[in-house]
């Protein structure tokens, strides 16, 4: 594996491609013999077409007569049918193979996009596992369909008609060699040069999208900050390099070219000699020589297409490569599934640290929460609250500590569900929305969910659940939105359930009725939730209070409420409530490692 640097996702070395690609097409391996089988017959076929000229003319040259030469024709004219109609067999099973093992790569590598950490995402920047998943897909799916039926048969043709040439005659075949030499060279000289060139154009326009993307996402701070002149300089300089390179590579493919027209040049000149001496010297017939020089010409196709394709196999290569090295990125299985019981699994924070690009966002927080239990987050922007979520969900990893759920380390294979406020409604219709999260529910199954959280608007819509909603039919607000992703942890049925400020998009109107839905989400479920409106941490088991990265307080809303500390400032200010002053019974728990906490019965 190529070391990345800090930013960029790796890329396969030529010897894990190569073995990644073969391990791929071992599962279709009587197809893919059968398709070489097919397209070796259609150049045998299709190589016996200078001879049966060359035998022409002799025919003719002899006075054999029109039989014979008639005879001839026919046999030419069924041969070249034949690599026709093999040619084509062989190209239509090729393909099929292709795209099937193009197919598994692509699915791989989106899945192992998806998995990828956000942390990992961002500090490679989001456009080079745009461009990994699209761009690279798309330069090995045209090589897979166009290129390869077309580069494995003048393989075969360029092998075949050296063989036709030595029967021929060996000298003339020796003399077609001259040009070999030249090919060899230009073609060492062209993928030795060219595979960094095409590296670093992907690198480069991976670069520049990342920061067109950066362009459009944030252009109202752009504008905001007047900050447009550089933000429109920083394009066009990674523009420039980017095109800069793509010059570079025109350079090198036009020298290429240009070496192949020389190389042929310089083999078709030799055979032409060398027959005109053998025919002057009578060792060879008009027609051995003619069939010699056509087959010679004929290569002429076969090795351009071989040797020109190579400038479309470079960048599908590294196209591969780069897909390989995305697959790399992510576990291939899932780890063990977290402990489960009928009230969740707990979830248990052991003295975790973590900082963005050295920042501290945590430091040493500790937390338990027992199974069946509800938690809440709250503290000031930036205190914390959203990387502990993300730990929890384990889509991060801690720099120190860990985070554990039903007893196992959470990661991405076996973390808390997660709901956050950036929910993305999908194309498609509601029940397409909805069995994202479990494919084999039943109509009753999801008529039920969203029952169960008060979604009733959606059997209000014109086709209800089978009604297409998004860019492309009827558009849904926040908190329809924010509806379905919480309907859908109630068909996946997680042990143990993430909310980062699930309603914070919502409405005064709506969010009551989301209030209602997360609580019947997370009833029985082990449950964090980060709270943007206090009423979410009133009805919680358990409240933690982060401030800078640390635990502040962790108790109860009554026992926070009367500590007279900062949930209790927070709570005045959110009701307008002054709360009693703080009795000498009433303690702040501010634990360096927290107990178990078990909830009350009921919750206020």
């Not at 017959?41 to 054999?64: H, K, Q, R, Y």
């Not at 919480?486 to 359930?497: F, K």
């Given at each position: 594996m190529t070391p990345p640097s800090p930013a960029v996702l790796p890329v396969a070395e030529a010897r894990l491609t190569r073995r990644e690609t073969l391990r791929r097409l071992r599962s279709h391996r009587a197809r893919a013999v059968s398709a070489a089988a097919a397209l070796t017959?259609?150049?045998?076929?299709?190589?016996?077409?200078?001879?049966?000229?060359?035998?022409?003319?002799?025919?003719?040259?002899?006075?054999?007569?029109?039989?014979?030469?008639?005879?001839?024709?026919?046999?030419?004219?069924?041969a070249t049918a034949a690599a026709a109609l093999l040619g084509l067999l062989g190209g239509r099973l090729l393909t099929t193979v292709t795209q099937a093992v193009l197919a598994g790569l692509r699915e791989d590598a989106f899945a192992a996009a998806l998995r990828l950490p956000p942390a990992r995402i961002e500090a490679s920047g989001t456009s080079d596992v745009v461009s990994r998943v699209t761009r690279d897909v798309e330069s090995v799916s045209e090589a897979a369909s166009d290129l390869l039926p077309d580069l494995l048969d003048s393989v075969l043709?360029?092998?075949?008609?050296?063989?036709?040439?030595?029967?021929?005659?060996?000298?003339?075949?020796?003399?077609?060699?001259?040009?070999?030499?030249?090919?060899?060279?230009?073609?060492?000289?062209?993928?030795?040069?060219?595979?960094?060139?095409?590296?670093?154009?992907?690198?480069?326009?991976?670069?520049?999208?990342?920061?067109?993307?950066?362009?459009?996402?944030?252009?109202?701070?752009?504008?905001?900050?007047r900050d447009q002149e550089r933000v429109l300089a920083t394009v066009a300089e990674r523009s420039e390099r980017a095109i800069g390179r793509q010059r570079d590579g025109v350079r090198l493919r036009n020298a290429f070219v240009g070496g192949l027209n020389a190389a042929e040049f310089l083999g078709l000149s030799a055979v032409l000699a060398t027959g005109f001496a053998l025919l002057s010297a009578g060792e060879v017939t008009v027609g051995t020589a003619t069939a010699a020089a056509l087959a010679f010409h004929r290569l002429f196709g076969p090795i351009g297409a071989v040797l020109g394709s190579l400038d479309d196999v470079q960048r599908a290569t590294v196209g591969l490569s780069r897909l390989v090295g995305l697959t790399t990125q992510a576990p291939t299985a899932p780890g063990p599934a977290p402990a489960d019981s009928a009230s969740g699994a707990g979830v248990e924070v052991r003295e975790v640290s973590y900082a963005y690009d050295g920042r501290p966002a945590l430091d040493q927080v500790s937390l338990r929460i027992a199974p069946g239990t509800t938690m809440a987050l709250v503290g000031a922007s930036g205190s914390g609250k959203s990387t502990l979520a993300h730990l929890v969900a384990g889509l991060t990893t801690p720099d120190d500590g860990e985070v554990l759920l039903g007893g196992a380390p959470a990661d991405r294979s076996r973390g808390a569900y997660l709901v956050t406020q950036e929910t993305h409604l999908f194309r498609g219709t509601v029940a397409d929305n909805l069995t994202l999260a479990r494919p084999d529910a039943s109509r009753d199954e999801l008529v039920a969910a969203l029952r169960d959280i008060g979604a009733h608007w959606a059997f209000e819509l014109a086709d209800g659940l089978d009604t297409r909603v998004g860019a492309d039919g009827v558009p849904l607000?926040?908190?329809?939105?924010?509806?379905?992703?919480?309907?859908?942890?109630?068909?996946?049925?997680?042990?143990?359930?993430?909310?980062?400020?699930?309603?914070a998009e919502s409405g005064t109107g709506p969010r009551a009725a989301l209030h209602e839905a997360?609580?019947?989400?997370?009833?029985?479920?082990t449950a964090l939730v980060v709270a943007h409106h206090l009423h979410q941490a009133r009805r919680a088991d358990l409240v933690a209070v982060l401030a800078d990265g640390r635990t502040a307080e962790l108790g109860t809303h009554e026992e926070l409420s009367a500590a007279g500390g900062t949930y209790a400032d927070l709570w005045s200010a959110a009701t307008g409530r002054v709360p009693p002053p703080p009795s000498p019974a009433t303690p702040v728990v501010v634990p360096a490692s927290a107990a178990p906490h078990v909830p009350h019965e009921g919750t206020p």
């Open positions: 017959a259609a150049a045998a076929a299709a190589v016996t077409a200078p001879p049966l000229l060359g035998a022409i003319v002799d025919a003719v040259l002899d006075d054999a007569g029109g039989a014979r030469v008639v005879a001839l024709g026919a046999v030419l004219g069924l043709a360029i092998a075949l008609t050296v063989v036709a040439l030595a029967v021929l005659d060996p000298r003339l075949a020796l003399a077609g060699l001259l040009g070999l030499p030249v090919h060899i060279y230009v073609t060492r000289r062209f993928l030795t040069r060219s595979r960094p060139v095409y590296r670093d154009i992907r690198l480069l326009e991976s670069e520049r999208g990342q920061s067109v993307l950066e362009a459009v996402h944030g252009a109202d701070t752009v504008r905001a900050y607000d926040e908190a329809a939105v924010q509806h379905l992703a919480l309907a859908r942890v109630l068909l996946a049925d997680p042990p143990a359930v993430v909310l980062d400020e699930a309603t997360l609580a019947s989400v997370t009833r029985d479920r």
